[in-house]
Protein backbone atom coordinates (compact mmCIF):
# COMPACT_ATOMS: atom_id res chain seq x y z
CA UNK A 1 0.00 0.00 0.00
CA UNK A 2 1.43 3.29 -0.62
CA UNK A 3 1.32 5.71 1.38
CA UNK A 4 1.92 9.90 1.91
CA UNK A 5 2.43 12.11 5.19
CA UNK A 6 2.74 15.61 5.22
CA UNK A 7 3.59 16.69 8.77
CA UNK A 8 2.96 20.66 8.42
CA UNK A 9 -0.80 21.48 8.76
CA UNK A 10 -0.18 25.39 8.07
CA UNK A 11 3.36 27.01 7.56
CA UNK A 12 3.99 30.82 7.49
CA UNK A 13 6.76 32.33 5.39
CA UNK A 14 7.94 35.51 4.70
CA UNK A 15 7.64 37.22 1.15
CA UNK A 16 10.45 37.02 -0.89
CA UNK A 17 12.23 33.94 1.41
CA UNK A 18 12.37 30.20 0.35
CA UNK A 19 9.87 27.62 2.41
CA UNK A 20 10.20 23.56 2.29
CA UNK A 21 6.90 21.81 2.34
CA UNK A 22 7.97 18.59 4.07
CA UNK A 23 6.84 14.77 2.52
CA UNK A 24 7.85 11.59 2.78
CA UNK A 25 6.05 8.22 1.53
CA UNK A 26 5.81 5.14 1.79
CA UNK A 27 5.41 2.58 -1.23
CA UNK A 28 6.46 -1.33 -2.12
CA UNK A 29 6.29 -0.04 -5.98
CA UNK A 30 9.41 -0.32 -7.20
CA UNK A 31 8.75 2.54 -10.22
CA UNK A 32 6.94 5.49 -9.06
CA UNK A 33 6.28 8.93 -9.78
CA UNK A 34 6.00 12.22 -6.66
CA UNK A 35 4.36 15.01 -7.57
CA UNK A 36 3.30 18.52 -5.95
CA UNK A 37 0.08 20.25 -7.00
CA UNK A 38 -1.34 23.79 -5.48
CA UNK A 39 -4.89 24.13 -4.84
CA UNK A 40 -5.38 27.88 -4.69
CA UNK A 41 -8.48 29.36 -3.36
CA UNK A 42 -10.42 28.80 -6.21
CA UNK A 43 -9.86 25.18 -5.96
CA UNK A 44 -8.38 24.18 -9.52
CA UNK A 45 -5.44 21.85 -8.88
CA UNK A 46 -2.04 22.74 -10.21
CA UNK A 47 0.26 20.36 -11.05
CA UNK A 48 3.88 22.32 -9.80
CA UNK A 49 6.48 19.70 -10.25
CA UNK A 50 7.28 15.65 -10.53
CA UNK A 51 10.36 13.58 -9.51
CA UNK A 52 10.24 10.12 -10.59
CA UNK A 53 11.94 7.49 -8.62
CA UNK A 54 14.91 6.43 -11.29
CA UNK A 55 15.67 10.23 -11.16
CA UNK A 56 19.23 10.90 -9.79
CA UNK A 57 18.85 14.40 -9.95
CA UNK A 58 16.25 16.75 -8.05
CA UNK A 59 13.55 18.05 -10.29
CA UNK A 60 13.20 21.62 -10.79
CA UNK A 61 10.48 24.08 -12.04
CA UNK A 62 11.03 27.95 -11.75
CA UNK A 63 10.95 28.57 -8.15
CA UNK A 64 10.06 24.79 -7.47
CA UNK A 65 12.66 22.41 -6.34
CA UNK A 66 11.75 18.71 -5.31
CA UNK A 67 14.45 17.85 -2.49
CA UNK A 68 14.52 13.89 -3.25
CA UNK A 69 16.17 11.84 -0.78
CA UNK A 70 15.49 8.04 -1.69
CA UNK A 71 16.59 6.35 1.08
CA UNK A 72 14.49 8.14 3.99
CA UNK A 73 11.61 8.08 1.69
CA UNK A 74 11.26 11.80 1.43
CA UNK A 75 10.14 14.34 -1.47
CA UNK A 76 9.98 17.89 0.14
CA UNK A 77 8.89 20.56 -1.89
CA UNK A 78 11.24 23.89 -1.72
CA UNK A 79 9.68 27.18 -2.92
CA UNK A 80 12.30 29.94 -3.46
CA UNK A 81 11.84 33.85 -3.53
CA UNK A 82 8.04 33.06 -2.34
CA UNK A 83 5.53 35.46 -3.48
CA UNK A 84 1.66 36.72 -2.19
CA UNK A 85 0.03 34.54 -5.00
CA UNK A 86 1.92 31.24 -3.29
CA UNK A 87 -0.85 31.27 -0.57
CA UNK A 88 -2.36 28.16 -1.10
CA UNK A 89 -2.96 23.85 -0.23
CA UNK A 90 0.41 22.07 -1.46
CA UNK A 91 -0.21 18.51 -1.94
CA UNK A 92 1.92 15.91 -2.10
CA UNK A 93 1.34 13.11 -4.22
CA UNK A 94 2.53 9.73 -5.72
CA UNK A 95 1.52 7.40 -8.52
CA UNK A 96 2.79 3.83 -9.00
CA UNK A 97 4.49 4.27 -12.87
CA UNK A 98 2.04 1.69 -14.18
CA UNK A 99 -0.86 2.22 -16.96
CA UNK A 100 -3.81 3.52 -14.88
CA UNK A 101 -2.31 3.89 -11.37
CA UNK A 102 -4.61 6.60 -9.24
CA UNK A 103 -3.10 8.90 -6.86
CA UNK A 104 -2.32 8.79 -3.48
CA UNK A 105 -2.43 12.24 -1.58
CA UNK A 106 -1.05 13.76 1.79
CA UNK A 107 -3.68 15.64 3.88
CA UNK A 108 -1.98 18.97 2.19
CA UNK A 109 -0.30 22.11 4.01
CA UNK A 110 -1.71 25.40 3.85
CA UNK A 111 1.24 28.13 3.25
CA UNK A 112 0.37 31.76 3.87
CA UNK A 113 2.99 33.89 2.56
CA UNK A 114 3.11 37.17 4.96
CA UNK A 115 3.43 41.08 3.24
CA UNK B 1 -6.59 23.53 -25.96
CA UNK B 2 -9.53 23.41 -23.12
CA UNK B 3 -8.92 21.71 -19.94
CA UNK B 4 -10.75 19.69 -17.63
CA UNK B 5 -14.57 21.05 -16.95
CA UNK B 6 -16.61 20.13 -14.22
CA UNK B 7 -19.85 20.98 -13.30
CA UNK B 8 -21.72 22.36 -11.46
CA UNK B 9 -18.86 24.33 -9.51
CA UNK B 10 -20.82 24.50 -6.42
CA UNK B 11 -24.13 22.27 -5.39
CA UNK B 12 -26.22 22.38 -2.14
CA UNK B 13 -28.51 19.74 -1.48
CA UNK B 14 -30.94 18.46 1.21
CA UNK B 15 -29.92 15.19 2.91
CA UNK B 16 -31.69 12.29 1.06
CA UNK B 17 -31.61 14.39 -2.34
CA UNK B 18 -30.23 12.88 -5.45
CA UNK B 19 -26.83 14.98 -7.44
CA UNK B 20 -25.85 14.32 -10.51
CA UNK B 21 -21.78 15.91 -10.99
CA UNK B 22 -20.43 16.30 -14.27
CA UNK B 23 -16.80 16.00 -15.68
CA UNK B 24 -15.93 16.50 -19.86
CA UNK B 25 -12.01 15.41 -19.97
CA UNK B 26 -9.70 16.69 -22.14
CA UNK B 27 -10.99 15.63 -25.77
CA UNK B 28 -8.76 12.85 -26.53
CA UNK B 29 -7.84 11.66 -23.09
CA UNK B 30 -9.21 8.16 -22.75
CA UNK B 31 -8.78 7.95 -18.99
CA UNK B 32 -11.14 9.89 -16.50
CA UNK B 33 -10.65 9.70 -13.03
CA UNK B 34 -13.04 10.63 -9.48
CA UNK B 35 -11.44 11.41 -6.75
CA UNK B 36 -12.86 13.41 -3.67
CA UNK B 37 -11.56 15.52 -0.48
CA UNK B 38 -13.96 15.01 2.47
CA UNK B 39 -14.33 17.00 5.87
CA UNK B 40 -10.72 18.31 4.86
CA UNK B 41 -9.52 14.64 4.81
CA UNK B 42 -7.27 13.32 2.22
CA UNK B 43 -8.16 13.49 -1.52
CA UNK B 44 -8.77 9.61 -2.21
CA UNK B 45 -9.46 7.89 -5.47
CA UNK B 46 -13.09 6.97 -6.74
CA UNK B 47 -13.05 5.36 -9.50
CA UNK B 48 -11.02 5.35 -13.15
CA UNK B 49 -12.16 4.93 -16.71
CA UNK B 50 -10.44 3.83 -19.36
CA UNK B 51 -12.98 4.97 -22.04
CA UNK B 52 -16.82 3.94 -21.45
CA UNK B 53 -15.07 1.47 -19.47
CA UNK B 54 -14.89 1.02 -15.41
CA UNK B 55 -11.04 -0.17 -14.91
CA UNK B 56 -11.37 0.38 -11.20
CA UNK B 57 -13.62 1.55 -9.16
CA UNK B 58 -12.12 -0.11 -5.96
CA UNK B 59 -12.26 3.44 -4.19
CA UNK B 60 -16.23 3.73 -4.64
CA UNK B 61 -17.59 4.61 -1.09
CA UNK B 62 -20.79 2.95 -1.32
CA UNK B 63 -23.59 1.61 -3.82
CA UNK B 64 -25.11 5.49 -3.25
CA UNK B 65 -22.32 6.34 -5.94
CA UNK B 66 -23.06 5.79 -9.28
CA UNK B 67 -20.29 7.02 -12.24
CA UNK B 68 -21.07 6.60 -16.29
CA UNK B 69 -18.95 7.64 -19.09
CA UNK B 70 -21.41 6.95 -21.75
CA UNK B 71 -19.44 6.95 -25.26
CA UNK B 72 -16.05 7.39 -23.76
CA UNK B 73 -16.63 11.66 -23.15
CA UNK B 74 -17.54 12.84 -20.42
CA UNK B 75 -18.71 11.19 -17.48
CA UNK B 76 -21.19 11.70 -14.61
CA UNK B 77 -20.89 10.83 -10.47
CA UNK B 78 -24.33 10.24 -9.30
CA UNK B 79 -25.20 10.46 -5.67
CA UNK B 80 -28.60 8.85 -4.60
CA UNK B 81 -29.43 9.36 -1.91
CA UNK B 82 -27.26 11.88 -0.64
CA UNK B 83 -26.12 11.76 2.88
CA UNK B 84 -24.32 14.41 5.58
CA UNK B 85 -20.69 12.71 5.20
CA UNK B 86 -20.77 13.03 1.02
CA UNK B 87 -20.29 16.92 1.63
CA UNK B 88 -16.66 17.52 0.24
CA UNK B 89 -14.94 18.67 -3.20
CA UNK B 90 -15.03 16.10 -5.78
CA UNK B 91 -12.38 16.19 -8.30
CA UNK B 92 -12.18 14.75 -12.13
CA UNK B 93 -8.95 14.46 -13.88
CA UNK B 94 -7.97 13.17 -17.24
CA UNK B 95 -4.96 12.03 -18.82
CA UNK B 96 -3.55 10.24 -22.08
CA UNK B 97 -1.21 7.70 -20.13
CA UNK B 98 -0.72 5.56 -23.28
CA UNK B 99 2.67 3.84 -22.16
CA UNK B 100 2.10 3.68 -18.52
CA UNK B 101 4.81 5.85 -17.53
CA UNK B 102 3.84 8.96 -18.01
CA UNK B 103 5.98 11.00 -16.26
CA UNK B 104 3.25 13.82 -15.80
CA UNK B 105 0.15 14.36 -13.68
CA UNK B 106 -3.00 14.13 -15.03
CA UNK B 107 -4.47 17.87 -15.91
CA UNK B 108 -6.88 17.91 -12.79
CA UNK B 109 -11.06 19.79 -12.85
CA UNK B 110 -11.45 22.55 -10.59
CA UNK B 111 -13.56 20.43 -8.67
CA UNK B 112 -17.12 20.38 -7.07
CA UNK B 113 -17.85 21.19 -4.11
CA UNK B 114 -20.59 18.99 -2.65
CA UNK B 115 -22.60 20.32 0.23
CA UNK B 116 -24.95 18.16 1.70
CA UNK B 117 -27.30 19.83 4.74
Known amino acids: AQKITQTQPGMFVQEKEAVTLDCTYD???????LFWYKQPSSGEMIFLIY??????QNATEGRYSLNFQKARKSANLVISASQLGDSAMYFC????????????FGPGTRLSVLP | EAGVTQFPSHSVIEKGQTVTLRCDPI?????LYWYRRVMGKEIKFLLH????????ESGMPNNRFLAERTGGTYSTLKVQPAELEDSGVYFC???????????????FGSGTRLTVV
Open chain 2, 93 to 107: ASSQDTEGDSNYGYT
Open chain 1, 27 to 33: TSDQSYG
Open chain 1, 51 to 56: QGSYDE
Open chain 1, 93 to 104: AMRALLYGQNFV
Open chain 2, 27 to 31: SGHDN
Open chain 2, 49 to 56: FVKESKQD
